[in-house]
C-alpha cells in the first residue's frame, strides 16, 4: 500500500486527468465521484513501480476508462446527457467550451477516449493504441472519424493535426 | 478544431471538494488497512518465517517421539525387544531370533504405552504357551534414563506378578553395549554372559538358539559342577569355605529373581 502522501500527490497531479476521462464516460457528478475514488484507491493499493511520470499517466489513464467502461456494464442509462449533470458548476464553462464538450459527449464512447488522448493529451496513435489496447489502425480510423462528426457539429474549421 | 478541444477540456477540473472527499476517504481506508503497505514479498517474510519455526518445531517433536529413551527385552525363547520413548510409548518391536521375528510382525503394539503393550506380548499365543510349558520369562529393561528405567521396570514386575516363571532385571546401557552386536538381545546377553563366565566356550550363536528354561538350566549345571569341583579341591586342601564362581554367580542371579 502506498503512502497518504503518495495518494495525495498523485491526486494533485492526475486529478484532471481523471476527473475529465469520468465526465466523458459518466452520466452523473456521483457516478464520477465513486469512481474518481475508485481509481485512486486502486493507485493506493497497486504495487506497480512506475517507470517514470509519462508511464503513471498512461496507468491512470487505463485504470479510469476501465474503472468506468466496468461500472457502465451495470446499468442501463441513456446515452446523452446534459452538461448540467457532469459538472458541479457548469456556469464556470464558457459557451464556447460547453458547446464542445457537449460535442464530444455526443461522440460515441468509444469515440470520446480518442479524441481526448488525441486532442487533449496529445498522444500519437501508437501511444493511444497501447493504452486502449487497439491496433493502431483503428486508432487512426476513430480518429478520422470523430474528426469528421466534430467537424459536422462544431463548425467547418480543418484539423491541424 | 484541435485548439478549441484543447482548451474545452482545458477548462474543466477536478472540483477541489471532490479531491478533498477523495483525500478523506483513502486516509480512512489506509487507517483501516495499514499493513497492507507492504510489499509482497515482505507480506510472506513472517508467514514463511512461521512455517520455518512450524516445520522445525514439528521436526523437533518428530524426533523427541521417536527416540528411545529405554528398550524392553523379552526373552522366553521368542526374543524380541521393545523400544520406548520418554514419553512412555513403545516406538518400534524387534525380534532376535526367528521365534522373535515372528512374534514381533504378529504384534500391533506401536505407540501404546508399555505396560499395555506388555500385557498384550504375555497374553500372546506364542508366550502363553510357552509360559504354561513351565518355561522361563525374561524381562530385562534397559536405559540410560535410570529414573525412567526404574519406573519402567516396577511396572514390569507389577505386569508380571501374577505370572510364574518371570525373571525381571535391568542393566545400564555400558552393561548392554555389546549385546547387538553379538546378535542377542538384552535379556538374552546378559544370559550369555553368566554362562560365558562358566563356560568361556560358550558362543553367542549357541545361546540364541536356547530359551530361558535351557539357558537356566545350563548355568545350574555348570554352576553345580564347579560346585563339585570347588568342593573337591577343597576337601584335598582342607579348606570348606570357598564359594565357587559358579556359586557366586548364582546367587547373583538368585538376587535378580523376583519371581519363583
Same mark, same amino acid.
Given at each position: 500500500?502506498?503512502?497518504?502522501?503518495?495518494?495525495?500527490l498523485?491526486?494533485?497531479?492526475?486529478?484532471?486527468?481523471?476527473?475529465?476521462?469520468?465526465?466523458i464516460?459518466?452520466?452523473?457528478?456521483?457516478d464520477? =465521484?465513486?469512481?474518481?475514488?475508485?481509481?485512486? /484507491?486502486?493507485?493506493?493499493?497497486?504495487? %506497480? &513501480?512506475?517507470?517514470?511520470?509519462e508511464? !503513471?499517466?498512461?496507468?491512470?489513464?487505463?485504470?479510469?476508462?476501465?474503472?468506468?467502461?466496468?461500472?457502465?456494464?451495470?446499468?442501463?442509462?441513456?446515452?446523452?446527457?446534459?452538461?448540467?449533470?457532469?459538472?458541479?458548476?457548469?456556469?464556470?464553462?464558457?459557451?464556447?467550451?460547453? =458547446?464542445?464538450?457537449?460535442?464530444?459527449?455526443? /461522440?460515441?464512447?468509444?469515440?470520446?477516449? %480518442? &479524441?481526448?488522448?488525441?486532442?487533449?493529451? !496529445?498522444?500519437?496513435?501508437?501511444?493511444?493504441?497501447r493504452?486502449?489496447?487497439?491496433?493502431?489502425?483503428?486508432i487512426?480510423t476513430?480518429?478520422?472519424r470523430?474528426?469528421?462528426?466534430?467537424?459536422e457539429?462544431?463548425?467547418?474549421?480543418?484539423d491541424?493535426? | 478544431?484541435?485548439?478549441?478541444?484543447?482548451?474545452?477540456?482545458?477548462?474543466?477540473?477536478?472540483?477541489?471538494?471532490?479531491?478533498?472527499?477523495?483525500?478523506?476517504?483513502?486516509?480512512?481506508?489506509?487507517?483501516?488497512?495499514?499493513?497492507?503497505?507492504?510489499?509482497?514479498h515482505?507480506?510472506?517474510?513472517?508467514?514463511?518465517?512461521?512455517?520455518?519455526?512450524?516445520?522445525?518445531?514439528?521436526?523437533?517433536?518428530?524426533?523427541?517421539?521417536?527416540?528411545?529413551?529405554?528398550?524392553?527385552s523379552?526373552?522366553?525363547?521368542?526374543?524380541?525387544?521393545?523400544?520406548?520413548?520418554?514419553?512412555?510409548?513403545?516406538?518400534?518391536?524387534?525380534?532376535?531370533?526367528?521365534?522373535?521375528?515372528?512374534?514381533?510382525?504378529?504384534l500391533?503394539?506401536?505407540?501404546?504405552?508399555?505396560?499395555?503393550?506388555?500385557?498384550?506380548?504375555?497374553?500372546s499365543?506364542?508366550?502363553?504357551?510357552?509360559?504354561?510349558q513351565?518355561?522361563?520369562?525374561?524381562?530385562?529393561?534397559?536405559?540410560?534414563?535410570?529414573?525412567?528405567?526404574?519406573?519402567?521396570?516396577?511396572?514390569?514386575?507389577?505386569?508380571?506378578?501374577?505370572q510364574?516363571?518371570?525373571?525381571?532385571?535391568?542393566?545400564?546401557?555400558?552393561?548392554?553395549?555389546?549385546?547387538?552386536?553379538?546378535g542377542?538381545?538384552?535379556?538374552?546377553?546378559?544370559?550369555?554372559?553368566?554362562?560365558?563366565?562358566?563356560?568361556?566356550?560358550?558362543?553367542?550363536?549357541?545361546?540364541?538358539?536356547?530359551?530361558?528354561?535351557?539357558?537356566?538350566?545350563?548355568?545350574?549345571?555348570?554352576?553345580?559342577?564347579?560346585?563339585?569341583?570347588?568342593?573337591?579341591?577343597?576337601?584335598q586342601?582342607?579348606?570348606?569355605?570357598?564359594?565357587?564362581?559358579?556359586?557366586?554367580?548364582?546367587?547373583?542371579?538368585?538376587?535378580?529373581?523376583?519371581?519363583?
Amino acid at each position: 500500500m502506498r503512502s497518504e502522501q503518495e495518494a495525495n500527490l498523485a491526486i494533485e497531479r492526475y486529478a484532471d486527468t481523471v476527473r475529465r476521462l469520468c465526465m466523458i464516460h459518466l452520466k452523473n457528478h456521483a457516478d464520477t =465521484e465513486d469512481i474518481f475514488q475508485t481509481v485512486f /484507491l486502486k493507485y493506493v493499493l497497486s504495487s %506497480v &513501480v512506475f517507470e517514470s511520470e509519462e508511464h !503513471e499517466r498512461a496507468w491512470f489513464i487505463r485504470v479510469t476508462i476501465n474503472a468506468c467502461k466496468d461500472w457502465l456494464k451495470s446499468f442501463f442509462r441513456s446515452r446523452t446527457v446534459c452538461l448540467d449533470q457532469l459538472i458541479e458548476k457548469p456556469a464556470d464553462l464558457s459557451p464556447d467550451h460547453q =458547446e464542445v464538450l457537449e460535442a464530444v459527449l455526443s /461522440l460515441p464512447a468509444k469515440y470520446r477516449d %480518442v &479524441v481526448y488522448l488525441h486532442y487533449y493529451e !496529445e498522444y500519437t496513435a501508437v501511444q493511444i493504441g497501447r493504452i486502449l489496447g487497439k491496433n493502431v489502425n483503428t486508432i487512426y480510423t476513430l480518429l478520422n472519424r470523430s474528426k469528421k462528426i466534430l467537424r459536422e457539429k462544431l463548425g467547418g474549421d480543418e484539423d491541424e493535426g | 478544431m484541435k485548439d478549441k478541444i484543447k482548451t474545452a477540456f482545458e477548462s474543466v477540473h477536478a472540483e477541489e471538494t471532490l479531491k478533498a472527499d477523495t483525500k478523506a476517504f483513502l486516509a480512512e481506508k489506509m487507517q483501516r488497512h495499514p499493513g497492507r503497505r507492504t510489499a509482497l514479498h515482505r507480506r510472506w517474510i513472517p508467514v514463511m518465517a512461521a512455517c520455518f519455526i512450524l516445520i522445525f518445531a514439528g521436526f523437533g517433536s518428530y524426533q523427541a517421539y521417536f527416540t528411545p529413551t529405554s528398550v524392553i527385552s523379552i526373552d522366553i525363547n521368542p526374543s524380541l525387544e521393545v523400544s520406548v520413548n520418554r514419553f512412555d510409548r513403545v516406538i518400534s518391536i524387534e525380534g532376535y531370533n526367528d521365534d522373535g521375528k515372528a512374534l514381533a510382525s504378529s504384534l500391533h503394539i506401536r505407540f501404546m504405552n508399555y505396560t499395555e503393550a506388555l500385557e498384550q506380548i504375555l497374553a500372546s499365543e506364542p508366550i502363553a504357551a510357552c509360559l504354561e510349558q513351565n518355561e522361563i520369562l525374561s524381562v530385562t529393561v534397559v536405559g540410560g534414563d535410570t529414573a525412567q528405567s526404574g519406573q519402567i521396570l516396577s511396572q514390569v514386575e507389577s505386569c508380571t506378578a501374577g505370572q510364574k516363571n518371570v525373571h525381571c532385571a535391568s542393566l545400564t546401557e555400558e552393561e548392554a553395549a555389546s549385546a547387538h552386536e553379538c546378535g542377542l538381545s538384552y535379556g538374552k546377553y546378559q544370559a550369555y554372559l553368566t554362562v560365558q563366565a562358566l563356560d568361556p566356550d560358550i558362543t553367542p550363536e549357541q545361546i540364541q538358539h536356547m530359551t530361558m528354561r535351557e539357558i537356566r538350566d545350563l548355568i545350574a549345571s555348570l554352576s553345580q559342577s564347579d560346585a563339585d569341583t570347588a568342593a573337591s579341591t577343597a576337601a584335598q586342601n582342607g579348606d570348606h569355605h570357598t564359594q565357587s564362581a559358579g556359586h557366586r554367580y548364582q546367587d547373583e542371579e538368585n538376587k535378580r529373581v523376583h519371581h519363583p
